[in-house]
């Protein structure tokens, strides 16, 4: 699957700042976009798109915190790094439990700055893997029938056939023929990955 290259997005008010990140981004082959404010990232930024937020804890009308709650609101699963003035450390600790990967503290460490971001590019990858994977199965469980997915589901629990059968109360011949065909259109192998796909939705 080929996707876009990831995009740090920097939300900053302070201009000076805005442009400092952008060149030690840059210079490290990062792609950059900056917003001056929450409101004008909100507009701007295509959920589809890969990367990471670095969002400025104290900014005019929607702040950093206020930020990444309507992120998420919104279902916008970008990482978030914070980055804070010295004040600002009791509300970064509050970003943090929240769910940002890492708060940076004005001045901050270029080095740190551009190890954090690649962290958060390949955990937004590896999140959108995953989604993409569980899309994927659901779209195949949307071509069982209720029966079946009533074998699957104790298939996936390791249960044998006569005990599904049991469970269902219907013959093991006709088990074992929806048991075929679910791992038909699931396109498993068998019934450890019918347990693993399971997973993998409740992981979702």
Known sequence: ?????????????????????????ELAGLAVRTYASAAEFLDAVDPGQPGCAVLDIRMPGMDGLALQ??????????????????????????AFRAGAID??????DEDRLIERVREA??????GRQADAEAARIR???????????????????????????RRLDIGTR????????????MEARNAPELARMRMRLEEG
């Open 139 to 165: 779209r195949r469980m949307d071509l069982l029938s209720p029966r079946e997915r009533e074998v699957m589901e104790l298939v996936a629990q390791g249960l044998p056939n006569k005990t599904i059968a």
């Open 1 to 25: 699957m080929i996707t876009d290259p990831p995009v740090t997005f920097v939300v900053d008010d302070d201009e000076a700042v805005r442009d400092a990140l952008a060149v030690h981004l």
């Open 69 to 94: 709650q309507e992120m998420a609101r919104r279902g916008l699963t970008l990482p978030v790094i914070v980055v804070t003035g010295h004040g600002d450390v009791p509300a970064a600790v509050r």
């Open 121 to 126: 590019f390949a955990r937004d990858a590896a």
């Open 174 to 185: 006709t088990v074992e023929t929806h048991r075929a065909r679910v791992l038909e259109k």
């Open 103 to 108: 708060f940076l503290q004005k001045p901050f």
